[in-house]
């Protein structure tokens, strides 16, 4: 049987944890269950009347579900939160926690393809079934639509050409593995960076599979709307569109635009930030390489 740790190694467990602010009795929801590492340690801080709802859209999370009364998985994403927590009669909660980005399971299940390591079918969703995979995207969008998710999603400037080069190679076959997608884009990826910017364009696709920056902003922006006051938010980021929206979130209540200010002048905002961004430290990326870029942000509802 696989074991969480197997599954998903929790990035910043402890520090993610205690930025909830714990109360025993309280109502928390982790929207990132994965392999259950945050969620077991959430509810080791709850005493018998807390309550822990988790998220997780990705079947193979089913397999690490937690055997206790006061702990319920919904099969969804996390986009659907404030739906499926009224539909379990909760309207508020004492804290929310994500872990964004992909799991160590589904980086190193070769079939899923979310890995530049493994040959594999593109498939890069994480509900295995929604219709649109890497494949639809690679194969299907237009031209520009490919440069805008290069440019936008992956930070590519060449995105342009990687979008030619993609559209003239699927008109004599369709592209229908990561490793037919290397070699078409191959003299873009130099070997002494070639690693770089795999993970940049798989990290493009990868968004735009999962619509994951739309996820992002309907998630936030409902947080607003379950969190009590004094309720905490603590999420992870693992790369700079997120950790921008999350950061934006914090500060003023929404992602472009200033909040309306007081008749004192002062910005009106839902957010405050609690404490400082946190990363890893050395040793835990030593320990757990995907840590390297996660990035901890902290807020309470006021």
Not at 19 to 34: A, E, H, N, R, S
């Amino acid at each position: 049987m696989m074991t969480t740790m197997e599954y998903h190694n929790p990035v910043l467990l402890k520090e993610t944890v205690d930025g909830l602010d714990i109360k025993p009795d309280g109502v928390y929801v982790d929207v990132t269950f994965g392999g259950g590492g945050h969620s077991r340690e959430i509810m080791s801080r709850l005493g018998p009347n807390g309550k822990l709802f988790a998220f997780d859209q990705d079947e193979d999370a089913q397999a690490n579900v937690i055997q206790d009364d006061r702990f319920t998985l919904i099969p969804e994403n996390f986009r659907f939160l404030k739906r499926y927590l009224r539909f379990y009669g909760i309207k508020e909660v004492d804290g929310v926690l994500g872990d964004f980005g992909v799991s160590s399971h589904q980086f190193d299940v070769a079939e899923r393809g979310f890995s530049t390591r493994f040959d594999a079918g593109l498939d890069m969703r994480m509900n295995q079934k929604s219709a649109v995979s890497a494949y639809n995207v690679v194969n299907e969008y237009e031209e520009q639509q490919l440069k805008k998710m290069f440019f936008e999603y992956g930070e590519l400037k060449n995105a342009g050409a990687l979008a030619n080069t993609i559209v003239n190679a699927r008109r004599d076959n369709s592209i229908k593995s990561t490793e037919q997608l290397k070699q078409v884009l191959s003299r873009f990826l130099p070997a002494h960076k070639s690693n770089k910017i795999l993970a940049q364009i798989y990290q493009a696709i990868r968004i735009e599979v999962n619509q994951e920056i739309d996820v992002l902003k309907e998630f936030l922006e409902q947080t607003l709307e379950v969190l009590k006051p004094g309720g905490r938010l603590s999420v992870i980021s693992y790369h700079s569109l997120e950790d921008r929206l999350v950061k934006r979130f914090i500060r003023n209540g929404m992602f472009e635009g200033e909040p309306e200010r007081d008749m004192f002048g002062n910005f009106e905002v839902p957010l405050k930030a609690v404490g400082k961004l946190i990363v890893p430290t050395e040793e835990e990326i030593e320990v757990n390489n995907r840590a390297r870029s996660a990035k901890l942000r902290i807020a309470e509802k006021l």
